[in-house]
């Protein structure tokens, strides 16, 4: 819960970033405010599904490694590689649901205790797993396509054209 917030908060920072007068990227600006948006969702779902069963939320302690402990007039990143950030995250992200999910499914025996959650499975697929694989397919083909598009002399009208393409989706 507390990286998909963290996320949530890195992608807000990226569409600051590419919203700027120096960027002026409004594509790039609203795929990072969708992406935002829905961290933010699946954060504040996450949190309702963890207290409605009785938990506590703790949000302490985010870690230093992520781009909003770097600092908005810091960050100096081009179109591709915050798509590269992006995917990266949104793989971490699936591979910590996948485990989530893999622990709650399967009959564990840790420390005496015996775990077994299928209502915690059921709500990490239909909320969580199908999501973040569109997702990353989604980022896995921006990225890939704008690689291709910046590997020319001068990529600026290509990397204008795809901002644009990202403006209309």
């Known amino acids: 819960m507390k990286k998909k917030l ?5 992608y807000m920072l990226l569409q600051t970033h590419f919203d700027s007068y120096q960027k002026n990227r409004p594509g ?7 992406l935002s948006d829905e ?17 506590v939320v703790d949000f302490t302690g985010f ?19 915050a798509l590269a950030v992006a995917l990266d995250a949104e793989k971490k992200l699936g591979n910590d649901a996948i485990k989530v ?3 709650a499914s399967h009959l564990n025996h840790q420390e005496g205790k015996v775990s077994y959650d299928p209502e915690l499975t059921q709500f990490m697929e ?10 990353i397919r989604k980022l896995s ?14 990529p ?11 403006a209309k989706q």
């Open 156 to 166: 600026s009208l290509n990397v204008y054209l795809f901002d644009e393409y990202l």
């Open 39 to 55: 961290s933010w969702d699946e954060t504040v779902a996450l949190i309702k599904h963890i207290t409605k069963r009785g938990g």
């Open 126 to 135: 239909e909320k969580f797993l199908e999501k973040q694989a569109t997702t």
């Open 141 to 154: 083909g921006y990225a890939n396509d704008l690689k291709k598009l910046m590997s020319v002399n001068d």
């Open 28 to 34: 790039f600006k609203k795929l990072f405010n969708g």
């Open 63 to 81: 870690g230093t490694d992520r781009l909003s402990a770097v600092g908005s007039e810091k960050l100096e990143i081009d179109e591709l590689h």
């Open 6 to 10: 963290a996320t949530s908060y890195d």
């Open 101 to 103: 999910h893999q622990h």
